[in-house]
């Protein structure tokens, strides 16, 4: 069994929908999350990043931790075609990031 | 140019050849990384450093061999490139290991 786990959809929504990304986990040593984003033949670049349970919002996009249950959540509010992309889900444990494989979202205009 | 910089984009190479993918960050970021992503498997580890002269193993080290004698460069060698091996490789970089870690472009390796 993997550490993290992501659905690796593809994921298909009409522009400004709301989208809902999520992963779980299964190591609760996990401490920082995060969330990356990565446009085809490019390198991921950090969307989010967050330490302790709760929501924290950034413009559209809100992070969303929730570490009883091991599950972390990404929204995108009023989803618009550049958002098309694979979505990452990222966590720590020590000195090593450990990554989810990735859901790949279109965003349809 | 500032960032972070690998080298070369795309790579076709023989089965049993040596190969060395070039990273390089202008941030002098103490911690660099290797990473491999293939389908299915999302982005794997292979290799980290926490700074000169310290070097890791990820969850996939085998068959890969890296240094790192300057903090600003973290070459990835393979000793002798298997099918296998054929991937989209990314060097990365992070201040101190416990913040975001900025990625490269990518190197596409095809391994025949």
């Known amino acids: 069994q993997k550490e993290v786990e992501q659905d690796p959809g593809p994921l298909s929504v009409p522009e400004g929908a709301i989208v809902s990304l999520n992963c779980t986990y299964s190591?609760?040593?996990?401490?920082?999350f995060m969330w990356y984003r990565q446009y085809s033949r490019k390198g991921p670049e950090l969307l989010m990043y967050t330490y302790s349970s709760g929501n924290k919002e950034d413009g559209r996009f809100t992070a969303q931790v929730d570490k009883s249950s091991k599950y972390i959540s990404l929204f995108i509010r009023d989803s618009q075609p550049s958002d098309s992309a694979t979505y990452l889900c990222?966590?720590?444990?020590?000195?090593?990031?450990?990554f989810g494989t990735g859901t790949s979202l279109t965003v349809i205009p | 140019d500032a960032g972070i910089t690998q080298s070369p984009r795309y790579k076709i190479t023989e089965t049993g050849r040596q190969v060395t993918l070039m990273c390089h960050q202008t941030w002098s970021h103490s911690y660099m990384f290797w990473y491999r992503q293939d389908l299915g498997h999302g982005l794997r580890l292979i290799y980290y450093?926490?700074?000169?002269?310290?070097?890791d193993k990820g969850e996939v080290p085998d068959g890969y061999v890296v240094s790192r004698s300057k903090t600003e460069n973290f070459p990835l060698t393979l000793e002798s490139a298997t099918r296998s091996q054929t991937s989209v490789y990314f060097c990365?970089?992070?201040?101190?290991?416990?913040?975001?870690?900025?990625f490269g472009q990518g190197t596409r390796l095809t391994v025949v």
């Open positions: 990222a966590m720590m444990k020590g000195n090593q990031f450990y």
């Open positions: 990365a970089s992070s201040e101190t290991g416990w913040t975001e870690a900025f």
């Open positions: 190591n609760s040593a996990f401490q920082y």
């Open positions: 450093s926490a700074a000169a002269d310290i070097t």
